[in-house]
């Protein structure tokens, strides 16, 4: 079946250092591809997404490359801050279904 | 703020009790889900619902049963509470068919059970 592999965490940066989560997953089709994120206390986020193979999803600073060949969505970011501690969530969707297929999540935390 | 709003934010039951979670959204969406979240596990679809009076089973819908009468509610109850079902609750809802579209999901902040 459909299925998300993230590292695992906790990944624990200092600010202002290159954040890398890496995402890979299987599937049957051609899937859509995201990032979600999960602040404390608070529900899942929309962060970016990617439709099709090449695409690059960017929002806040972050971006995730859709890789075909290597079936990879790894989020960066060049800078992290203290607020971006929280927990990442890459999923994926297939044409016609309608609902996201979710990996384990990476609990990020970011030290001043 | 308009979203989707869960309650309760925590509850510890019995096993063999039964509760409901109440989902309620105010974005006039058609689709709403219910996930359970568990360490390692990431988060796995119970059950769905297409609009008002519809709903459908997802990747681990036993022992629950949902339920939605208004657009803007959806239900979700468990009949039997285990210990299995200690999780984190979390509903979403969405505007698009698609779980693609562009705004993606809405989620609320989540329901902690635990089942002792």
């Known amino acids: 079946g459909d299925s998300v592999t993230q590292m695992e965490g906790p990944v624990t940066l200092s600010e202002e250092a290159f954040l890398t989560i890496n995402c890979t997953y299987t599937?049957?089709?051609?899937?859509?591809l995201f990032w979600y994120v999960q602040y404390p206390g608070e529900g899942l986020q929309l962060l970016l997404k990617?439709?099709?193979?090449?695409d690059k999803g960017s929002n806040k600073g972050f971006e995730a490359t859709y890789r075909k060949e290597t079936t990879s969505f790894h989020l960066e970011k060049g800078s992290v801050q203290v607020s971006d501690s929280a927990v990442y969530f890459c999923a994926l969707s297939l044409t016609g279904r309608r609902a996201l297929t979710f990996g384990s999540g990476t609990r990020l935390q970011v030290q001043p | 703020n308009a979203g989707v709003t869960q309650t309760p934010k925590f509850r510890v039951l019995k096993t063999g009790q039964s509760m409901t979670l109440l989902c309620a959204q105010d974005m006039n969406h058609e689709y709403m889900y219910w996930y359970r979240q568990d360490p390692g596990m990431g988060l796995r679809l119970i059950h769905y619902s297409v609009g008002e009076g519809t709903t459908a089973k997802g990747e681990v819908p036993d022992g629950y049963n949902v339920s939605r009468l208004k657009k803007q509610n959806f239900l979700l109850g468990l009949e039997s509470a285990a210990p299995s079902q200690t999780s984190v609750y979390f509903c979403?809802?969405?505007?698009?068919?698609?779980?693609?579209?562009?705004?993606?999901?809405?989620f609320g902040s989540g329901t902690r059970l635990t089942v002792v």
């Open positions: 599937a049957t089709g051609y899937p859509s």
């Open positions: 979403a809802s969405s505007y698009s068919f698609l779980a693609g579209s562009a705004k993606g999901y809405t």
């Open positions: 990617a439709t099709k193979a090449d």
